[in-house]
């Protein structure tokens, strides 16, 4: 066993990117369509502003009236936001305005109040007006018909707004893939329970329910199954609705790691299994009827590892995404042993620095069942495979956790 060489990391992603088509597009509202991706243009439908706007509160004027200061106009109206002044200014004519008010016809400047003096029906401009001052010209932020936020965008606070601003209040957007995963395993127990004492409090259920929705994916947690032929092909089955089925545990080579055994006699159909990985050697992926399947490692770290490896840019690839996995490059922190034929993946902590690269410290404990590094861990340090030894203040590339 130990001959069959192990598929770098970098193809297994491939392999599984390649096996991933987008899910179709649906009409999401605005309200509900932040992180989600653009299956369609956003389009203006309107122009803003849709006309000339005073962009200060003062008087709308003449440029030409305001050359020689102090300049004496009377006030013939007022225009506020939401609301017009509709004749037509006259030389001489100044009409009190609001910000967000429409220019009347004729006028060309804002007097801005402060360089104002007013006296009843005219008003006193002290400050020389420029041609086109304090206006917001329609069409200035976008114009009907231009396309302010393209296919393959990931919908932002501020792009909801945007599209608001276009009057567009449903978007067309890739639909969220379900996840269907479930545990495996006789010694595990639900949070919460009062486990005996060989029992495992299940923690991978929760912690990839909450990555798979930080991802923008539909968690569907089916529990914990027993290590059992049967029940894990009953759980496999409940996936059918599901775009992925992910399984966590048993899919190593002991007696009781019955995932792939119990699948594939079930219509699953294994694309690869096992990488040069640490943590997470067992790793499967296959197609396990109609859907993709992913088999992470059941150890907790191993599990949380993986699913940030292959299963984060598997979701994003179904909502329509190209994001590649972003290194950054860091400062080692303290020196690392040579590395093996697998790949490393140091669980660490990352300190910012100004004007310098950030430092990455690997934990001295890099035990894959402990979450508690993995809670504490800003980051994971890439080790390629064979890597020589590395001292403090090498360069080396780091996965952002955070
Ligand atoms: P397995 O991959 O099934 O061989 O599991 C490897 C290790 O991870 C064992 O020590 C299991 O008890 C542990 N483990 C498996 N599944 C879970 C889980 N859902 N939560 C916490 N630990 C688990
Ligand atoms: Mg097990």
Request: charge should be neutral.
């Given at each position: 066993m130990g001959d069959i060489p192990l598929m770098p990391v970098s193809d297994a992603r491939a392999r599984i990117l390649e096996a991933i088509t987008p899910m179709v597009p649906e009409r999401v509202p605005l309200a509900k369509a932040l992180g989600r991706v653009l299956a369609g243009n956003v389009v203006a439908t309107r122009s803003q502003p849709p006309a000339d706007l005073s962009a200060m509160d003062g008087y709308a004027v003449r440029a030409d009236d305001v050359q020689t200061v102090p300049a004496r106009l009377s006030v013939v109206g007022e225009a506020a936001a939401g609301s017009s002044y509709d004749k037509p200014l006259k030389a001489g004519e100044a009409v009190r305005i609001f910000t967000g008010a429409p220019l009347p016809a004729g006028a060309d400047s804002i007097v801005i109040q402060e360089?104002?003096?007013?006296?009843?029906?005219?008003?006193?401009?002290?400050?020389?007006?420029k041609s086109g001052a304090h206006i917001r010209r329609a069409g200035l932020d976008f114009k009907e018909g231009d396309v302010g936020l393209s296919v393959g965008r990931k919908l932002?606070?501020?792009?909801?707004?945007?599209?608001?601003?276009?009057?567009?209040?449903?978007?067309?957007?890739?639909?969220?893939?379900?996840?269907?995963?479930?545990?495996?395993g006789n010694e595990l127990v639900l949070p919460g329970a009062t486990p005996g004492p060989h029992q495992i409090?299940?923690?991978n259920n929760d912690g990839l329910s909450a990555l798979i929705e930080s991802a923008g994916g539909e968690p569907f947690d089916l529990g914990i199954i027993a290590d059992d032929i049967v029940a894990i092909q009953s759980a496999g089955r409940h996936a059918r609705d599901c775009d992925m089925l992910v399984t966590l545990g048993g899919a190593s080579v002991g007696d009781h790691d019955l995932v792939q055994s119990a699948l594939t006699a079930d219509g699953l159909t294994v694309d690869f299994w096992r990488i040069a990985m640490r943590p997470g050697k067992p790793l499967?992926?296959?197609?396990?009827?109609?859907?993709?399947?992913?088999?992470?490692?059941?150890?907790?770290?191993?599990?949380?590892?993986?699913?940030?490896?292959?299963?984060?840019?598997?979701?994003?690839?179904?909502?329509?995404?190209?994001?590649?996995?972003?290194?950054?490059r860091a400062r080692l922190g303290a020196a690392l042993a040579a590395n093996d034929k697998r790949e490393d993946y140091l669980r660490g902590t990352l300190v910012e620095r100004d004007n310098a690269l950030p430092v990455a410290t690997a934990f001295e404990r890099q035990?894959?069942?402990?979450?508690?590094?993995?809670?504490?861990?800003?980051?994971?340090?890439?080790?390629?495979?064979?890597?020589?030894?590395?001292?403090?203040?090498?360069?080396?590339?780091?996965l952002r956790l955070r």
């Amino acid at each position: 066993m130990g001959d069959i060489p192990l598929m770098p990391v970098s193809d297994a992603r491939a392999r599984i990117l390649e096996a991933i088509t987008p899910m179709v597009p649906e009409r999401v509202p605005l309200a509900k369509a932040l992180g989600r991706v653009l299956a369609g243009n956003v389009v203006a439908t309107r122009s803003q502003p849709p006309a000339d706007l005073s962009a200060m509160d003062g008087y709308a004027v003449r440029a030409d009236d305001v050359q020689t200061v102090p300049a004496r106009l009377s006030v013939v109206g007022e225009a506020a936001a939401g609301s017009s002044y509709d004749k037509p200014l006259k030389a001489g004519e100044a009409v009190r305005i609001f910000t967000g008010a429409p220019l009347p016809a004729g006028a060309d400047s804002i007097v801005i109040q402060e360089n104002t003096e007013r006296y009843g029906d005219y008003v006193i401009a002290r400050e020389k007006a420029k041609s086109g001052a304090h206006i917001r010209r329609a069409g200035l932020d976008f114009k009907e018909g231009d396309v302010g936020l393209s296919v393959g965008r990931k919908l932002s606070p501020a792009d909801i707004a945007y599209a608001a601003a276009m009057n567009v209040p449903v978007v067309i957007a890739h639909k969220r893939p379900k996840i269907g995963f479930f545990s495996t395993g006789n010694e595990l127990v639900l949070p919460g329970a009062t486990p005996g004492p060989h029992q495992i409090v299940s923690s991978n259920n929760d912690g990839l329910s909450a990555l798979i929705e930080s991802a923008g994916g539909e968690p569907f947690d089916l529990g914990i199954i027993a290590d059992d032929i049967v029940a894990i092909q009953s759980a496999g089955r409940h996936a059918r609705d599901c775009d992925m089925l992910v399984t966590l545990g048993g899919a190593s080579v002991g007696d009781h790691d019955l995932v792939q055994s119990a699948l594939t006699a079930d219509g699953l159909t294994v694309d690869f299994w096992r990488i040069a990985m640490r943590p997470g050697k067992p790793l499967m992926f296959g197609r396990y009827r109609d859907i993709p399947m992913l088999g992470l490692p059941g150890n907790p770290v191993s599990a949380m590892v993986c699913a940030h490896l292959f299963l984060l840019p598997a979701i994003a690839a179904m909502q329509g995404l190209h994001a590649p996995l972003v290194l950054t490059r860091a400062r080692l922190g303290a020196a690392l042993a040579a590395n093996d034929k697998r790949e490393d993946y140091l669980r660490g902590t990352l300190v910012e620095r100004d004007n310098a690269l950030p430092v990455a410290t690997a934990f001295e404990r890099q035990d894959s069942s402990m979450l508690s590094a993995m809670s504490a861990a800003d980051c994971l340090i890439v080790r390629a495979p064979n890597a020589a030894a590395a001292a403090a203040g090498d360069m080396v590339s780091v996965l952002r956790l955070r």
